[in-house]
Every structure is written in structure tokens, then in C-alpha cells.
């Protein structure tokens, strides 16, 4: 998913950081070791960011370009609409 999009793009300029905490028996080191991921997770226990950034539904996906303008916030997993927004700002970069 993320890691997958995060992998093909990352030669282009995507970087991606992710928010987590510990739900279940995970907590975001245990996460990223059982699903593979190679981005890092910020510890938000006390959700100091995920109260600001989201809309408290797990998960929430948001991108912010090079600006750190927010262009995309939305609840859920749409991966074809998360990549048009990725392809359209690595394509409006700056050379």
C-alpha cells in the first residue's frame, strides 16, 4: 500500500512519514517491523499531531507538497487518487 507507492516514487522525490501509536499489540516500532516498511513512524501516543492533522479516523492520509501545503486530507485508502496527487506534485517540481 503506502510502502508500495513510497518504494516506486522515492527515486523521484516522495518521502514519506508516517503517525502512529500503540494499538493492539503494536506499537510503531512493531509495525513497521511486521509489515516491512522502510519509512519511518513517528511515536504519537499522546496524539499531539494526529489531533491536529486529521479527522481522528484511523486511517487518515494526507500529503503535503514541497510548499508543506496540505494537498490532500482525507479518512480512508483511495490509492488511485493518492497517486494522482503524488504524480501531479513530483511533476510540478521545480528542476
Avoid at 3 to 14: D, K
Wanted: proline share 4%; charged share 15%; hydrophobic share 40%.
Amino acid at each position: 500500500m503506502i510502502e508500495s507507492i513510497y518504494n516506486e516514487y522515492y527515486a523521484a522525490g516522495l518521502r514519506v512519514v508516517s503517525l502512529g501509536m500503540e494499538w493492539g499489540p503494536y506499537n510503531c516500532i512493531a509495525w513497521g517491523e511486521s509489515f516491512n516498511l522502510t519509512y519511518p513512524i513517528l511515536d504519537d501516543t499522546d496524539n499531539l499531531l494526529y489531533n491536529k492533522l486529521t479527522y481522528n479516523y484511523v486511517p487518515h492520509n494526507l500529503i503535503i507538497d514541497h510548499n508543506m501545503n496540505v494537498v490532500y486530507s482525507t479518512t480512508g485508502f483511495n490509492e488511485s487518487a493518492i497517486r494522482d496527487i503524488i504524480v501531479t506534485e513530483l511533476d510540478s517540481l521545480p528542476d
